[in-house]
């Protein structure tokens, strides 16, 4: 096998079950060297985001790559095995290529997971586990990715979850300008969730993060304020929405924080959305009464809204998606003939050699240029077309599709 995908998302697993096998960003090097070292695969690349974890491999066997996630997640192989979902050869050029247009996404035709995967490719080629024919995979997906973009309507009329978070917020509190926002993170997802949050206005926005500069640049553009992630206990009482969203391997927020911050609130509500896998709040701060949690599944529903309107659109992609991936696996049969055509041309680069260093000592002895070119032609003509020749002889007379495949090697016409 040559190529195979396997992994699980937003379709075939809870968020429980994809937090447990997130790959942390600044682990990622490591875990790509450590899977590589299991042969026979040759080339790895993973793709983590909050909606799925995917191993894309050249080479070696599906189950191996399995065995390998569930190792390196503290996980039983059959625990997580009725979650992953599988694709070899064909199958795997196909997913990717949907992956990269927004046709598997929980939002259909969104742009973000574009990103997410040049940032696995980076990922990959730092690691040195990106070789020639995932290289070729990932530019030809995010180039179908490009065409698809630009000659449908896939993208049309998107409903993000940085969207969908505004318009929960606004059944809880129907007017956002008089609540207060915390959002706790400072990465991309953050920074489009604040973009949608001032276009309703609120009362005040505040940026927590780990590192105080990244929440001063966002602070600076929302007009709003930056504290360090270690002072937000002491404050999380002044917050009516609170959006997290960091690359946390364990949740910053627990239910002893919250139901300290709800009793200082003397029980007002505080509507919460997690868009982080691994989650950064315990799924138990939504047991409290008065907290309004939701995950990135739960945002599920909203984001499908208008996809309607882009169904007419998915025809299309998934005709572009097909005609590329024909392209991309004609490609791969081409590439299976290299090692042959290599060596059929040191063949005959050794009968070049051989003939021009007899023609050489020829010369030097003194013969007759003219008699000596015409035996360098005539030496290489021979050893070339020594053995089809040699095979033509030794054919059985009904063997008539292996001279018909020379003929057609050496562009020969049948004559009367």
């Given at each position: ?21 997130a ?21 790895a ?9 995917e ?21 039983d192989?059959?625990?997580?095995k ?16 949907r ?33 020639t ?37 606004e ?9 207060k926002?915390l959002?706790?993170?400072a ?7 604040a ?7 609120p ?56 139901e300290r ?91 070049r ?13 003194g ?50």
């Amino acid at each position: 096998m040559q190529l195979f995908a396997l992994g699980l998302n937003h379709q075939t697993a809870p968020v429980a079950m994809r937090e447990r096998v997130a790959f942390a960003a600044e682990r990622m090097n490591s875990a790509l060297s450590e899977l590589i070292r299991r042969k026979p695969v040759r080339e790895a690349a993973i793709l983590s985001t909050c909606n799925r974890t995917e191993i894309y491999c050249a080479a070696g066997e599906p189950g191996e790559a399995l065995d390998w996630l569930a190792d390196y997640h503290a996980l039983d192989a059959g625990q997580l095995k009725p979650f992953v979902y599988t694709f070899p050869q064909g199958a795997a050029v196909r997913h990717a290529f949907r992956v990269a247009a927004g046709l598997d996404s929980m939002v259909l035709g969104e742009p973000q997971i574009l990103g997410q995967m040049k940032d696995a490719v980076r990922a990959a080629e730092t690691a040195g586990t990106l070789g020639t024919l995932l290289s070729k995979l990932f530019q030809r997906s995010f180039a179908v990715a490009k065409e698809v973009r630009s000659n449908t309507a896939i993208g049309a009329n998107v409903v993000s979850m940085a969207a969908s978070s505004v318009r929960l917020a606004e059944r809880i509190f129907p007017d956002i300008a008089e609540q207060k926002v915390l959002f706790i993170g400072a990465g991309a997802m953050i920074e489009l969730t604040a973009t949608h949050f001032a276009g309703r206005h609120p009362r005040s926005i505040t940026f927590a993060n780990r590192t105080l500069e990244r929440a001063e640049h966002l602070a600076q553009r929302f007009s709003g304020r930056a504290l360090m992630l270690r002072e937000m206990p002491d404050q999380l009482h002044d917050f009516d929405i609170i959006v997290s969203c960091t690359a946390s391997s364990l949740p910053i927020l627990g239910k002893g924080t919250m139901e300290r911050a709800i009793r200082q609130r003397r029980h007002r509500p505080v509507f919460m959305v997690d868009l982080a896998v691994p989650r950064d709040i315990e799924p138990e701060v939504g047991e409290l009464d008065d907290i309004f949690l939701y995950t990135v599944d739960d945002l599920a529903d909203l984001v499908r809204e208008g996809m309607d309107a882009r169904q007419s659109a998915v025809a299309q992609a998934e005709a572009i998606i097909e005609s590329q991936v024909g392209n991309f696996l004609h490609w791969m049969k081409a590439r299976e003939a290299v090692p042959l055509i290599r060596q059929l041309r040191e063949s005959a680069e050794e009968a070049r050699r051989n003939e021009v260093e007899r023609a050489t000592r020829l010369l030097n002895r003194g013969d007759d240029p003219k008699a000596v070119l015409e035996a360098l032609s005539h030496g290489i003509t021979n050893k070339l077309l020594h053995a089809p020749t040699q095979a033509l002889n030794q054919t059985d007379e009904g063997d008539e599709g292996f001279r018909e495949l020379v003929a057609r090697l050496y562009h020969l016409r049948a004559r009367d």
